[in-house]
């Protein structure tokens, strides 16, 4: 902790707060509209499901890993101090660095404007979409400066508001009154027998970025009562219960429109629910996405400005970061600078540009962050755990079953999905790659500015 940092981090949420934002972090308004993508991919109703529950597998083996890796590192920031333990300072800040200026700031100023849409067709305004989205991230900014449970709090009640239009989703489409145009088709029927596996793993992107966001609860060790056992909790839970839901969701939409119908229509969600409730059902459930990109954008605010104050802590950013709040004990001038970028793309506009590159970087991360798993369990067949962790002796709550396999599994899916980005959008990933790469001497100055000699 830096000398002008008043405060240490408050340790005040539980496993219940860890798998809401897990479960947050994942859930925004792509289920309601992504299971059309992946019907265009895939034709029958069994491969569909098995891409979802597949990419729900993955997604388990990543909470999996990063639950063991909380374990072995419960410190501030998470996924940053893992990838900083691993390998060197600069993997981290790299991190850090996307995360700020590309990953989560882009997503977030995305999520924000999807949010003024709907916002401005439920409410007949016509204030401009750009101002709705500013005014929202500066008001869940100004939320999670109050304090972690306040941010925690409006988080968990958005949370449970997404279940709640999920569930009505789901209820709606097994009413009495619903159509049933569920269809045994064999998996190869049709165009799927001759490139089966192209068009599976062609689902399968959009399906994977859907489960991401398990690992911005990581970033929140440090605020947790018990950070091994609660967030071990609340991975599993989360993405066990994300899993459920998208399942749910899928099957929905495939018994009220059909495997067809959800390839022909760009908004399933809205199209079961005025198929079966009517115009009524359509403006319900605009009311779940709405709130569910809200609830995305409320965990956003929460979770990672704590990689910048880890960053911060470490020598890596602005000394001002590193700032806690006397009072709330949060990293109060960190969520400003997030919510203050995350504004300034949405106003700006190029957050459509932004997404198109995010997807290459953060995938590439994740991939870093599995193979981890590797570096820090070598470490501890050569030194005990309790010198590994500092002197405490609890050992890890759950351990990844397989390992290595199930950890190179999930490395290889991740990197697939990067490199499959990269060669479906070369200059946009060639972008991010470039905003990455400018990191480097942005480390370099502040490692000298503390006195530290950068890697040759």
Not at 195 to 213: C, E, K
Not at 255 to 260: H, M, P, Q, T, Y
Not at 357 to 364: E, Q
């Amino acid at each position: 902790m830096p000398p002008d940092a008043p405060a240490t981090l408050a340790r005040r949420l539980g496993p219940f707060d860890a798998t809401m934002i897990v479960m947050g972090g994942i859930i925004g308004s792509g289920i309601f509209i992504n299971p059309y993508v992946v019907a265009r991919q895939v034709h029958t109703p069994v491969l569909i499901l098995g891409a979802w529950l597949a990419g729900g597998a993955v997604a388990l083996l990543g909470g999996i890993i990063y639950a063991e890796l909380a374990a072995l590192r419960p410190e501030v920031g998470g996924q940053y101090a893992y990838l900083r333990d691993a390998y060197h300072p600069v993997a981290a800040f790299l991190y850090g660095w996307a995360l700020l200026l590309v990953v989560q700031s882009g997503g977030m100023a995305a999520v924000a404007v999807t949010f003024a849409r709907y916002f401005g067709q439920l409410t007949r305004t016509h204030m401009p979409e750009a101002v709705v989205a500013a005014i929202t991230l500066l008001v869940l900014t100004g939320i999670n400066c109050l304090g972690v449970r306040s941010g925690s709090n409006t988080q968990s009640a958005l949370m449970i508001m997404k279940i709640a239009a999920i569930g009505m989703l789901i209820v709606a489409g097994l009413m009495p009154g619903a159509p049933s145009r569920w269809t045994t088709t064999p998996i190869l029927d049709g165009p799927m027998s001759s490139n089966l596996l192209v068009r599976f793993g062609a689902a399968m992107t959009p399906v994977m970025f859907a489960y991401g966001g398990w690992q911005t609860a990581s970033f929140m060790s440090a605020e947790l009562k018990r950070p091994r056992r609660d967030l071990a909790i609340g991975l599993l839970a989360g993405v066990a219960g994300v899993i459920a839901l998208y399942a749910g969701v899928n099957f929905i939409c495939l018994r009220v429109l059909g495997a067809d119908g959800l390839a022909s229509t760009t908004a399933p969600a809205t199209s079961v629910m005025e198929l079966v409730l009517g115009r009524t059902g359509a403006a319900l459930i605009a009311v779940g996405i709405a709130v569910s990109t809200l609830g995305f954008l409320s965990q956003g605010m929460l979770t990672a400005p704590r990689v910048y104050f880890a960053m911060a802590e470490d020598g890596l950013f602005f000394r001002t970061v590193a700032r806690v709040h006397p009072v709330t004990r949060v990293p109060a001038v960190a969520i400003a600078l997030q919510g203050v970028v995350a504004v300034i793309i949405a106003v700006s506009g190029r957050y459509e540009q932004i997404l198109n590159y995010v997807v290459s970087v953060d995938f590439l991360f994740f991939g870093l962050t599995g193979v981890a798993l590797f570096v820090f369990r070598r470490r501890a067949r050569v030194e005990s755990l309790t010198s590994s962790v500092e002197g405490d002796n609890e050992a890890p709550v759950i351990r990844l079953p397989g390992h290595p396999v199930t950890t190179a599994i999930f490395v290889g899916a991740c990197w697939a999905v990067a490199l499959s980005t990269m060669w479906q959008y070369p200059q946009n990933s060639a972008i991010g790659v470039g905003i990455l790469l400018a990191g480097i001497p942005a480390y370099w100055m502040w490692s000298r500015s503390r006195g530290q000699r950068p890697p040759s």
